[in-house]
């Protein structure tokens, strides 16, 4: 067995044709790990396993094209014959389990518990699946958001989540072999510092000394072939742009 990563969907801030929003299938040890539910995902991880089977789902932050797929999931779990053999753990920032009941015009979190198992995340959250280790750590976004890094025998993949620059960043991809670094915008407007350049990605996969780059969630200012190029000439290293089916083997 090996840690991959297979990609469900990269766009921002809406789902395009054959392009849905933020989404991931983390793979290590016998673990199945849905991470970030943006629009369309849950539709496209069916393409690659059974969500039944699902040992977690892991949200980086409450932002609709992060998240809003949580929706398809429990309608599909309880509902469309999807039942999981016990709760699905999330893994997500505080506020989820009330905005998804609420959602459904429940009036309390309890009405969830039979489909999903909250765990709330926090800087250094941390969660182990067999030899497949989770850590979250705080990054710079406009609300509560956390990066992922994921270890598993000596191999380590990171996700920036949503951040602008930070130097929680270079914590979190330190000596990453696959370091998956948001590329949203074309430039800083002012002093917001809430997405990254790719040049922002590109130095702070360089900071990290990361091994190779993967270019995700590129806003609608720039293309994918645009943002990994200038991603890769920050970095100086390997760089690729994620791309909706393909899987990494970390």
Not at 75 to 98: E, I, K, N, Q, S
Not at 140 to 154: K, N, S, V, W
Not at 207 to 236: I, N, S
Request: include cysteine.
């Amino acid at each position: 067995m090996s840690l991959s990563l297979t990609v469900l969907g990269t766009a921002s801030p809406h789902p395009a044709p054959d392009r849905p929003c933020s989404g991931y299938l983390l793979r290590g040890g016998g673990a199945e790990v849905w991470l970030d539910a943006g629009p369309g995902t849950f539709a496209e991880l069916q393409r690659h396993t059974d969500p039944r089977r699902l040992t977690a789902i892991w949200i980086s932050h409450l932002h609709a094209d992060h998240s809003a797929d949580l929706l398809s999931a429990f309608y599909a779990f309880a509902y469309g014959g999807l039942t999981p053999p016990a709760p699905v753990l999330v893994h997500a920032p505080a506020d989820c389990a009330r905005r998804v009941a609420g959602f459904f015009g429940r009036p309390d979190e309890g009405s969830l518990k039979g489909v999903f198992d909250f765990r709330p995340l926090h800087d250094g959250h941390g969660a182990r699946y067999g030899t497949l280790r989770l850590n979250a750590r705080a990054v710079r976004h406009d609300t509560e958001t956390y990066g992922l890094r994921a270890e598993y025998e000596g191999r380590v993949f990171a996700y920036s989540g949503d951040s602008g620059p930070c130097a929680a960043l270079t914590g979190l991809a330190a000596s990453a072999d696959v370091f998956l670094c948001e590329a949203d915008i074309d430039r800083h407007r002012e002093s917001e510092q809430v997405h990254m350049t790719p040049e922002d990605a590109g130095r702070a996969a360089r900071a990290a000394g990361a091994r190779e780059l993967l270019v995700t969630h590129v806003g609608p200012t720039l293309t994918r072939e645009d943002a990994t190029a200038r991603a890769a000439a920050a970095f100086g290293g390997p760089t690729r742009s994620a791309r909706e089916g393909e899987t990494t083997e970390v």
